[in-house]
């Protein structure tokens, strides 16, 4: 990278009136990507939001995705001190650059290695049997809640060879408060600005070393835990990537398998011939990896979920460097944003943008870098293979076991530390009849 450019032009701002049509749109959607999609349209895919203490450069489109994955990568820092997610996870795998990330998503990957994945899938259909027996004919569920359990027991189970289910109880508010630590919120524009969730956070670490004095204790096994443990690094270090992998692994599940629910329950024709697929391509068959793979409905359903509400649904990065991008300089120190839910929502790669469209992903691969729910280039999302895995696990065990009825109260999209549904995902289902030991 260089800091002699050749001609560069004023970054796009808002002028009152677009800025007025932005509050106007989140206002109506209750969410701030309202305001994004208004200054998309009006400035283009290159601009700048202009508020005090928080003027951060916003990038869309595949283009800027290839500059800030690719590209430019050499020049954007994932780590911002300044952040609360930086606070929380110190020295993770997701806020380190460089040599120092390296190492450590080396040692990390064997654990979500694909081969392994073979191993987890039983874990995965497990869990969401023991946690839907619960479910009764008539009874409201909220799938946001009952994602998140699930998504908590099969995360600790398969990658720290612990299930946090028995202390679910316990732990449920220190992960929520932990994961509101990290959201957007005054912090943005007032650094001193933090929550006070120092007891739900407190609690978590405890929760984490105690895993960890455990590990060291007993005997060794193949989980990331212990290979973290193997590799020699101290306890603190391993702290950072157990933190890190359960709040960004079952963060981002939840939000995926909500969102899915949600989107049926607002499409019954699709849920109708999603559910067809599954029971009449599974039958009496086990759930892995290979019998996934004949259903292709419920692979074109998670990638469309996905490209409408990704769950990281913005990039982050602070510039190391003075940069240039389609003619703009970005001077060193400035945040850039890069917008994978505009991306995914441009209506330049794709049609009826807005829609629930399943098909679109039949047979054709959308161009490079339109498609950005897993990142991309070198630092793609560690757990891809992992989430994908988990999310068509989780919904065909429920489908075979449950008829799913329509979405009972509206949502819309909240950005938390993943884009979520709000306030939840209400459906009424019907239970199919099961014998003593869960099993259709």
């Not at 996870?89 to 990957?109: C, F, P």
């Not at 709040?247 to 599940?253: K, L, R, V, W, Y």
Request: charged letters at 25%.
């Amino acid at each position: 990278m260089t800091a002699e450019f050749g001609s560069t032009h004023a970054m796009p701002v808002a002028d009152p009136q677009l800025g007025l049509a932005a509050l106007q749109a989140m206002l109506a959607e209750r969410s701030p990507l309202a305001a994004l999609r208004v200054f998309h349209r009006g400035l283009g895919d290159v601009f700048r939001i202009n508020l005090p203490g928080f003027q951060p450069v916003v990038l869309a489109g595949p283009e800027a995705a290839r500059f800030v994955l690719v590209e430019g990568r050499a020049g954007l820092r994932w780590r911002n001190d300044g952040d609360p997610v930086t606070a929380l996870l110190r020295h993770g795998v997701l806020v380190e650059d460089g040599d120092t990330h390296d190492a450590l998503r080396g040692l990390m990957n064997p654990a979500l290695h694909r081969r392994m994945l073979v191993d987890y899938a039983g874990s995965m259909a497990r869990i969401t049997v023991e946690e839907s027996r619960a479910w009764r004919s008539g009874q409201p569920i909220d799938m946001l809640v009952e994602m998140r359990r699930i998504a908590l027991r099969i995360l600790t189970e398969t990658l720290f060879g612990a299930d946090i289910g028995p202390e679910m109880k316990r732990m449920w508010q220190p992960v929520l408060e932990t994961i509101a630590y990290i959201s957007p919120g005054l912090w943005m524009v007032w650094p001193q600005a933090r929550r006070g969730r120092k007891r739900g956070l407190a609690e978590m670490d405890r929760y984490l070393f105690a895993l960890i004095r455990e590990r060291r204790a007993g005997t060794d096994g193949d989980t990331l835990l212990d290979l973290l443990i193997a590799s020699g690094l101290d306890d603190d270090l391993i702290r950072d990537q157990l933190l890190t992998m359960l709040i960004a692994g079952h963060d981002t599940s939840t939000a995926l398998l909500a969102w899915v629910f949600a989107l049926l329950g607002q499409h019954p024709q699709i849920s109708q011939a999603l559910t067809e697929e599954v029971r009449t391509g599974l039958g009496a068959d086990a759930l892995d990896v290979e019998t996934l793979n004949r259903l292709p409905l419920l692979d074109q359903v998670i990638r469309e979920t996905l490209r409408l509400y990704p769950p990281i649904h913005l990039g982050s990065r602070v510039a190391a460097v003075d940069m240039e991008y389609a003619g703009y300089l970005i001077r060193v120190g400035e945040r850039v944003l890069y917008s994978i839910y505009l991306t995914q929502r441009d209506p330049a790669e794709w049609e009826a943008p807005d829609d629930f469209r399943p098909e679109r992903h039949a047979g054709k691969k959308p161009r490079p870098y339109a498609w950005l729910a897993f990142g991309g280039g070198p630092r793609n999302c560690i757990g891809a293979a992992f989430g994908l895995l988990e999310a068509k696990i989780v919904l065909a065990t429920i489908l075979l076991r449950f008829d799913l009825g329509q979405l009972l109260k509206p949502v819309y999209a909240h950005m938390g530390a993943t884009l979520e549904p709000s306030p939840g995902v209400y459906l009424e289902i019907q239970p199919l009849s099961v014998d003593s030991e869960g099993e259709k």
